[in-house]
């Protein structure tokens, strides 16, 4: 347990749906993160949040959007999406987004979606 | 451009070492994560480099050279649970962290 939770863990859609991904932690953390894995390619940065602000959009289609209530809570609200949008989508967190110190990220179990 | 790059597959025999490098190219450098990734499961952080040198964490020591831009991960003692992906991670600024596609190290008996 690395005291970042992901629902849901699987999730299949079609094209023309909504679907919404979540992420909690429970460390005490202001930074959040979305990454996208997809097989045989690094990690992707999607997008970063810092003290509820978005710090990041490393270029990600607009059917992507992010949500960030509170530094506990990340949301990633899915619509229309491709069938190479299929991967395993992770979150993470850190202290903050500041230049000091490690802020090692701390990971979640990811949600493996399907897009068919 | 932003760059990382690892072996994608080693072999190692149970209770060898076995030394997984990396070498990276990034416009900033603010630290350099190695990360254990099972299948189907979270990445987790084993080590953090941010000077020249090595650190040591049990069976687990990573090294760094910032001149070079090349690290390594040496794993002492394998054991067959060891059997999973690393992944190297540069962190280039304040809030971006560049991921190798990770090394699938498998562990024989």
């Known amino acids: 347990e690395t005291g970042v939770t992901q629902t849901p863990r699987h999730l299949v859609m079609g094209m023309t749906n909504k679907k919404s991904l979540k992420c909690e932690q429970h460390l005490g953390h202001n930074a959040m993160y979305w990454y996208k894995q997809s097989a045989k390619k690094p990690l992707e940065l999607m997008f970063v949040y810092n003290f509820k602000e978005q710090t990041e959009n490393n270029s990600v289609p607009s059917r992507f959007s992010p949500e960030c209530p509170n530094s506990s809570h990340l949301f990633l609200h899915l619509h229309t999406l491709q069938p190479e949008d299929s991967a395993l989508y992770l979150c993470?967190?850190?202290?903050?987004?500041?230049?000091?110190?490690?802020?090692?990220?701390?990971f979640g179990p990811g949600t493996r979606l399907l897009v068919l | 451009g932003q760059n990382i790059d690892q072996p994608t597959e080693m072999t190692a025999t149970e209770g060898a070492i076995v030394q997984i490098n990396c070498t990276y190219q990034t416009s900033g450098f603010n630290g350099l994560f190695w990360y254990q990734q099972h299948a189907g499961e979270a990445p987790t952080f084993l080590s953090y480099?941010?000077?020249?040198g090595l650190e040591e964490k049990g069976r687990f020591s990573s090294f760094l050279s910032r001149s070079k831009g090349y690290s390594y991960l040496l794993l002492k003692e394998l054991q067959m649970k060891d059997s999973a992906s690393y992944l190297c991670a540069v962190r280039d600024g304040t809030y971006k962290y560049i991921f190798g596609t990770g090394t699938r190290l498998k562990v024989l008996a």
């Open positions: 480099n941010v000077l020249d």
């Open positions: 993470a967190s850190s202290q903050d987004g500041g230049s000091g110190g490690m802020q090692t990220q701390y």
